[in-house]
């Protein structure tokens, strides 16, 4: 299906929604996951100029994504809040970390069966991070990791005494650096801080405070763990604003929508480059016919060209999308079935097509 058929579809959400209806969906592809990021927050603007009245009575996020830049969300609710006093969020799938904080701004979330969101803890990347010894790239610090260390160390293991408690902290800051750990704060007290300001947007610090406190302190310290998945019931019991019995054929418009997606994306197949370079070189042929052909190893010089979504903004009338096209080529190996690869940018950047 391309985008003149899910055109159909958004417009069918928009009759049942009484909304006008705007995609935003970045990879979930396993080895392929992009992230929400600032230059979507134009391409948002784009499509909201193209409204056919201002302000909209309603519009719909439909939204998936694995979560990103922590200040997104609150540039998108503040833009979307420019054009229409009630927004809507719908989540056909997942909603994670900044895209969770993405639903909390609206006024009505709508879940599907499969959907689900999670916490908000964020996860803090910066020069001062430990480096994967594998990868050699900088890993990322969870804040509740670092809250989780400090609540063994005092309540799990019994370490009351000052003294001990401070050579306990050391020994975290000769693994990771102090300035790391002081930008996990950091970085938590920015996503409780945005929480709340989206949150705001649609409700009362006079008459909803406690119930703001509790949204924000559970999302943001009190499930434990970044995976935890919420589904729909229990994002009730948390005082979000989720829709209770969508109708059956909103719900199979919507899984409609986000399977046609899923194949655009190839969400449901990872991306594995060294086995396409592997499929795409010629079996040797043995000296001996007899004898077995032996795998000598991708040739130098071996390569494929990818052409990767990485995200996707839509509407019935513009469909937006961030698509890179690379090469993988094959300069050396560590091992016979461990090839050296080396990524080659062709082309990336978003592409706009209008409706017909």
Known sequence: MAFAERKV????????????????????RPNLQASMAQDAVRVFFDHLRLLPERPAKKIDVFLCSNGGNGTVPWRLISLLREFSDVIGVILPYRAYSAATMLALGADEIVMH??????????????????????TNQRLGISVEDVKAYVSFVRDTVGIRHEDELVK??????????????????RFISQSRMIARKILLTHMSEETSKHKIDEIIETLASKLYFHGHPINRKEAR?????????????????????????????KNSEAF????????????????????????????LGTSVVHDLKFAAVETARLSSSYDVKKRLVV??????????????????????????
Request: with cysteine.
């Open 113 to 134: 069966p499969f959907a689900e969101m999670g916490p908000i803890d964020p996860t803090v990347t910066n020069d001062f991070n430990p480096l994967d010894p594998q």
């Open 237 to 265: 019991d948390l005082g979000l604003q989720v829709a209770e019995n969508p109708q059956p054929q909103l719900e199979e418009l919507i899984w409609q929508l986000y399977l046609d997606f899923e194949v655009e994306f």
């Open 168 to 185: 306990a902290v050391e020994i975290l800051s000769q693994k990771v650096h102090p300035l790391a750990i002081g930008n996990v704060e």
């Open 9 to 28: 579809i958004i417009e069918e959400i928009e009759k049942l929604r009484g909304s006008k209806v705007i995609c935003y969906l970045t990879s979930v």
């Open 272 to 299: 594995d480059p060294v086995s396409e370079l592997f499929a795409s070189t010629p079996a040797p042929v043995p000296i001996n016919p007899a004898a077995p052909p032996q795998n000598a190893g991708i040739p």
């Open 331 to 356: 300069y050396g190996h560590q091992s016979v079935f461990e090839p050296m690869i080396r990524e080659e940018s062709l082309k990336q950047g978003w592409t706009h097509t209008p409706a017909a």
